[in-house]
């Protein structure tokens, strides 16, 4: 079964400066998803970025942006000029690819606090 | 537009009694998803419906039974609530593609639901 795996329970960043939060999964698949979801204090679960197992170039979504390290199962997001808003919980999310097996499966989560 | 919707926000009520939570989604999604997050945050998967047909079916208590009448509905019935049952949850939806299986979940803004 896989596991994802968050080690940060809390993480703090100065305004503007950047940061990093780790997410470590566990599968024998070769072909996968994974994500990184923001959840704000509205609760709302928002899509912040997505990568393909199968491409080896590092998805970027404007200020984010990831390091996918397949062979060690590493998958971090790094969160430049970081800003007040970016402030929320973010977890990380593994899917299969495997017909038929919808679901993800997320990690613990960590909480991002974004000092002024 | 919002893509998907859960009624009611917020639901408070006595232990023993039924409830329900409706969700919609009108992003022409064929799958769609329950989960509920518990007060540590962890957000784990219920229930998984596909084109109104049930394809994950977690280990939950058969108190708990979704309903589809079509494949932009899943609706949450909740029997004889328990304290434990206080949490949030989550209905998101998705739309497989193609070989490579890819998907995104869109999530709904989750319910509160608290059980005295």
């Known amino acids: 079964a896989q596991t994802v795996t968050q080690s940060q329970p809390e993480m703090s960043v100065q305004e503007a400066e950047t940061v990093t939060l780790s997410c470590t999964y566990d599968?024998?698949?070769?072909?996968?998803?994974l994500f990184w979801y923001k959840q704000p204090p509205s609760r709302q679960m928002i899509l912040v970025i997505r990568q393909e197992a199968y491409k080896q170039q590092n998805a970027t979504e404007n200020r984010f942006s990831v390091n996918f390290q397949k062979a060690a199962k590493s998958f971090s997001l790094k969160i430049s000029d970081s800003q007040l808003g970016d402030a929320a919980m973010y977890f990380c999310a593994y899917r299969s690819t495997t017909s038929g097996t919808y679901k993800y499966i997320f990690g613990t989560g960590t909480r991002l606090k974004v000092l002024a | 537009d919002t893509a998907v919707s859960q009624t009611p926000k917020y639901l408070v009520t006595q232990m023993g009694n039924d409830k329900s939570i409706k969700c919609e989604q009108n992003l022409g999604h064929d799958t769609m998803y329950w989960y509920k997050q518990d007060s540590k945050k962890f957000l784990k998967i219920m229930f998984s419906?596909?084109?109104?047909?049930?394809?994950i079916n977690e280990t939950v208590p058969n108190r708990f039974s979704p309903k589809s009448p079509d494949k932009a509905h899943l609706n949450l019935h909740i029997n004889s609530l328990e304290l434990g049952d206080s949490a949030v949850y989550f209905c998101?939806?998705?739309?497989?593609?193609?070989?490579?299986?890819?998907?995104?979940?869109?999530f709904g803004p989750g319910t509160r639901l608290t059980v005295l």
């Open positions: 998101a939806s998705s739309q497989v593609w193609g070989w490579t299986g890819e998907d995104t979940q869109y």
């Open positions: 599968t024998s698949e070769s072909d996968y998803y």
């Open positions: 419906y596909n084109n109104k047909e049930l394809i």
